[in-house]
């Protein structure tokens, strides 16, 4: 079920991140629901994840973030992607997100991307696995 509820946000994010790359906008904002995140997040086939300091799996105003580097020491092209949210104690106390109080990160990975230690996969590897999603 997931993967049809999914499809036509996969297939945007495929068209921004992948197949229309060089014609994309620097940064693409998309605004859901907890449910959308969740649905995405089983589409693309993502591991396993636990969010620290928080006991929902998609909190309320989460985010994934996906992020393109470039390596130019191995002169590559590196996808990253974070789940950014709030924990339990900044939701239920209203805080204002700040450098001192930030938001909490956890990096996530995608079963046909894996990552290094840093948390980057090959674009390659990325391509493929949001190509076959977009299907």
């Known amino acids: 079920v997931a993967q049809n509820v999914a499809k036509p946000l996969v297939k945007y994010i495929d068209n921004a991140l992948v197949t229309e790359r060089a014609k994309a906008p620097k940064i693409t904002v998309l605004v859901g629901h907890d449910s959308n995140i969740a649905s995405l997040l089983t589409a693309l086939d993502f591991k396993p994840y636990q969010l620290h300091d928080q006991n929902e799996r998609t909190p309320i105003g989460g985010k994934i973030v996906f992020q393109r580097w470039h390596d130019s020491n191995a002169n590559r092209d590196l996808m990253k992607i974070e789940y950014v949210y709030q924990s339990s104690q900044q939701l239920r106390n209203a805080d204002v997100l700040t ?35 977009a299907k």
Do not use: W, Y
């Not at 450098?99 to 674009?123: H, M, N, W, Y």
């Open 99 to 133: 450098l001192k109080s930030p938001a909490q990160r956890v990096t996530l990975e995608l079963k046909g991307c894996p990552i290094d230690a840093d948390g980057f996969c090959p674009i390659d590897k990325f391509d493929s696995v949001l190509n076959e999603a």
